[in-house]
């Protein structure tokens, strides 16, 4: 027997005995362990962004048990169990890949993308373009995927040229309200307007605004632990080096000057 399917069987039978006799797991409803799944996801993309295969697959395995979790209180209660999910993606891969189970031709990943939104919009007549876009995800990548959404029916700008003039175009504005007193509801507004660009123009250059800001988190982070680490030397609190010595500090940990023992 296939050791995928093995394990699989493997792990739900685990879940009936845990939901069955233990106190914590017997008591849990779908309401209880959002929150704790939207913590896993969260520890997965993290493991993702440092390219942790390891860790990848412990947190994969992670939200595995969430999903089996959640079949079997689905199940508990008689609205559908782990056959039904299993089957129901199935059917989805199938019908949105016409190119592999049909006769569909496609030339790129771009028309597989278009032809996904179309099928959804066939499928389900009352359907937005922008339904499958949680309002809770956060509002960077909420920005990508909206556009994403919307390119794949044809609203976007012909080339990263045209869209990278929108991010302009903004900037232009929100520089032109800056300019204006009592203008906070105004720069606000316009300042949104540019990050969202932003946010569309890394559809046209492949780059996933998401990833990319929580990769300058991480870097901003690390360098700013040098900057207190060489603050410590000096048996200082950060809060009292002059900025010339931040500065200093900033560059030693961008690799721009080497390490000195002041920032003289």
Not at 89 to 100: Q, S, T
Not at 159 to 175: N, P, R, S, T
Not at 233 to 243: D, N, P, S, Y
Request: hydrophobic share 40%.
């Amino acid at each position: 027997m296939d050791e995928r399917l093995v394990a699989f069987k493997r792990l739900l039978d685990i879940m009936d005995a845990v939901r069955a006799g233990c106190p914590w797991d017997s008591t849990q409803t779908i309401h209880s362990l959002r929150h704790l799944t939207i913590e896993e996801t969260y520890e997965l993309s993290q493991a993702i962004l440092n390219d942790d295969l390891n860790e990848v697959k412990k947190e994969l395995g992670d939200l595995m048990l969430h999903i089996v979790f959640y079949a079997k209180i689905g199940q508990e209660q008689d609205v559908f169990d782990i056959a039904d999910v299993l089957n129901g993606i199935c059917d989805k891969m199938v019908v949105r890949h016409p190119h592999i189970f049909g006769t569909e031709k496609v030339e790129n990943a771009e028309q597989v993308e278009q032809n996904w939104e179309r099928i959804k919009l066939e499928r389900e007549h009352n359907r937005s373009v922008l339904g499958g876009v949680p309002d809770g995800l956060p509002s960077l990548l909420k920005a990508y995927r909206m556009h994403q959404k919307t390119a794949g029916v044809g609203f976007r700008w012909p080339d990263a040229e045209q869209a990278w003039q929108k991010v302009e175009e903004e900037k232009a504005e929100l520089f032109a309200e800056l300019q204006k007193p009592d203008n906070a509801e105004r720069i606000e507004e316009e300042y949104g307007d540019l990050l969202f660009a932003l946010a569309a123009y890394g559809n046209y250059i492949g780059v996933n605004p998401d990833d990319a800001l929580e990769k300058t988190d991480k870097k901003f982070r690390q360098r700013f632990a040098h900057v207190e680490q060489r603050a410590r030397e000096q048996g200082k609190g950060v809060q009292h080096l002059t900025i010339e010595e931040m500065i200093a500090y900033w560059k030693e940990a961008k690799g721009e000057m080497p390490h000195a023992e002041s920032a003289e």
